[in-house]
């Protein structure tokens, strides 16, 4: 009698819900999400206010009038068009780069065992560690004395390997089953045919990540190319001719110039994102799972 008693006023116990922890995290990932954008979307909505409502206060939120006259005035101080392609070049080139010797490092290390490896691996991992600005002089000179100073090349070429793209390749590729490898060894195909077949393919969540970072950081890069060009302004990418709008930053009447400046430079990696997202969750949920 007492175990029905307890039987049911156990089941007449209030049941709780996750409705209200999932509402708090709801809420939590719209307020970030909310912050992360906002910054975005002033610049965008500054970029399309006229002049006088760029100056109103208190600041005027939508453009009552939307104008493109500050996209107008950025073309007439700076070579958008040149200055987009060198850093389309510059960002398109090197990511290529880095996915190719990434892949081939990272499968190296991951599928073969030679001597040293372990060793080479580790000091592979130490040069992550070093700041960038270590390495600026002795890589300016070594670009110099090959003849490749004050041009698209000479920013480029150093950039073609990246030991976080190696580390990343390898981890991921390390996850491939060997017996997948070995089975296409059998059927007759070569190490460049496994690896970009069958390896490359797997891992595809895991290139676009990196494709992703790669384009963005060199995409928005300024303290290299600005040593190596050394005053070549034909040559410059778009992060480096902006610069000239800072002048332009010290009155209200000009923010329009200098938002419309930052929206068009951060277009292109906005617009790859948008494109790579999916590959982008992917590649993070995957590794979770294999953590």
């Known amino acids: 009698m007492s175990a029905a008693v307890q039987a049911g006023s156990s089941s007449a116990l209030p049941r709780r819900h996750p409705s209200g922890r999932k509402a708090l995290v709801v809420t939590m990932m719209l307020v970030v999400a909310v912050a992360s954008a906002f910054p975005l979307v002033w610049m965008v909505l500054s970029s399309l206010k006229t002049v006088a409502e760029s100056m109103q206060v208190p600041p005027v939120w939508l453009p009552r009038t939307p104008s493109l006259e500050a996209y107008e005035k950025v073309a007439g101080v700076v070579n958008v068009g040149r200055s987009m392609w060198n850093s389309l070049v510059i960002a398109t080139i090197t990511t290529a780069g880095i996915l190719i010797t990434s892949l081939m490092a990272g499968y190296a290390f991951a599928k073969y065992s030679f001597p040293g490896r372990s060793l080479l691996f580790s000091v592979l991992i130490a040069t992550m560690f070093l700041p960038p600005i270590v390495t600026l002089i002795p890589l300016y000179r070594m ?96 992060v480096i001719s902006l610069s000239r709008l800072l002048s332009y930053n010290r009155g209200a009447m000009n923010t329009g110039l200098v938002m419309a400046g930052a929206t068009l430079a951060v277009l292109p990696p906005l617009i790859l994102f948008v494109f790579l997202q999916r590959f982008f969750v992917d590649s993070i949920v995957s590794s979770a799972v294999k953590g």
């Open 143 to 238: 670009v110099g004395s090959i003849g490749l100073g004050a041009s698209l090349a000479g920013i480029i070429v150093p950039n073609l390997a990246n030991a976080f793209g190696i580390f990343l390749m390898r981890q991921f590729i390390a996850g491939v089953p060997d017996e997948l490898i070995d089975a296409a060894r059998m059927d007759g195909a070569s190490e460049l045919l496994i690896l970009f077949k069958i390896v490359a393919p797997t891992v595809a969540p895991a290139i676009a990540a990196l494709a992703l970072f790669a384009f963005v950081y060199h995409w928005n890069s300024y303290l290299w190319p600005l040593t190596v060009l050394q005053g070549n302004a034909d040559s410059y990418p778009i």
